[in-house]
């Protein structure tokens, strides 16, 4: 498979502007004061998903030849790579076919359908969902679109490290979530090519480390995939974004999925911002490591916020 580079990342920024404006990077004083750090919020919960990912789907469908557009595509996800998949479909009139495990999230089940995808359940598993996935992909000569190793989704993503790098060009660390490793992978690509100095730190929950595992090993494993943070939910490493991470993540962190719920509440009363799980995870490593971002300039990237009613029910009660 072909490394994306950053002239992608480039063109994907041109392909994107008439679909997405930027999003805004703001900083809160409360929230600094409880960090202990300058924090810059990259607001990728307003994007009109609710999350980062649709820049890498409009990219891949924007990309695909008209023909093979025409044939439709085919996906899995537990829910915001199909909302992803699904807008960009719909944008570019593609027949659209997402497989989600039985028992995802139920409020992103519900905005897939919304924007005219098919969605099928199939598997109690994210990895028994992408085997469905491939059967129905061959069979029906569809494109089946894997939620990380895909070089177009990655150089869609970067354009949010532009727009961040552009923003708040003093940082010194990006705190990133990580579940396929697209995200990451974008921002090393980025950050190395235009402000090397920066370290960009990866997080996983430890509920679920496959990807981290993987970087740590310098080899693809699989791991136990307990984690009820869906963003940051799989039980292996992908090739391609493993590769791009190793040489450009600076470190790689598991937090437990109650230091994000605990980041989560933070945001909502610090930032009024609604972030999901994955969305929060960047700070909740910020705030489980006062010493080592003590004063300094932090970038984190509020990647989503598709939470559902019963997650945001059990997160307020707590
Ligand atoms: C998918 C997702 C992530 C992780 O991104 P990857 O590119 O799969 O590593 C983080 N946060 C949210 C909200 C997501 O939907």
Request: charged share 15%; glycine share 10%; hydrophobic share 45%.
């Amino acid at each position: 498979m072909r490394l994306p580079c950053f002239t992608d990342v480039l063109r994907a920024g041109q392909t994107l502007r008439p679909h997405l404006p930027p999003t805004p990077a703001w900083s809160y004083p409360a929230l600094d004061a409880a960090c202990g750090a300058h924090v810059v919020v990259k607001h990728e919960n307003v994007q009109p998903t609710g999350a980062f990912k649709v820049r890498g789907g409009l990219t891949l469908l924007a990309t695909m030849p008209a023909a093979e557009r025409d044939r439709g595509v085919v996906t899995y996800s537990t829910g915001n790579h199909a909302q992803s998949i699904a807008y960009a479909a719909r944008e570019f009139r593609a027949p659209c076919t997402v497989v989600m495990p039985e028992g995802a999230n139920e409020s992103k089940h519900r905005a897939v359908e919304a924007l005219g995808a098919t969605v099928l359940l199939r598997g109690t598993t994210l990895e028994e969902s992408a085997t469905a996935a491939t059967l129905l992909a061959t069979r029906c000569g569809a494109r089946l679109v894997s939620p990380a190793d895909e070089p177009a989704l990655i150089a869609g993503v970067g354009t949010a490290y532009l727009e961040l790098l552009t923003a708040a060009p003093d940082l010194d660390v990006i705190v990133v979530p990580v579940g396929g490793g697209s995200n990451a992978a974008a921002a090393s690509l980025v950050v190395r090519t235009l402000a090397p100095h920066i370290e960009v730190i990866g997080v996983q929950s430890d509920a679920a480390p496959a990807a981290h595992d993987s970087w740590h090993a310098g080899h693809l494993v699989e791991r136990p995939n307990r984690t009820e943070v869906e963003g940051l939910s799989t039980g292996r490493g992908f090739a391609l974004t493993q590769q791009l991470m190793r040489d450009g993540l600076a470190g790689f962190v598991l937090v437990s999925d109650n230091d994000i719920r605990a980041a989560q509440r933070l945001l909502l009363s610090r930032a009024h911002t609604l972030a999901e799980g994955a969305g929060a995870a960047g700070l909740a490593v910020v705030l489980g490591d006062p010493p080592r971002f003590a004063g300094r300039q932090v970038g984190i990237v509020c990647t989503g916020a598709n939470a559902s009613l019963d997650q945001l029910r059990s997160l307020l009660a707590a």
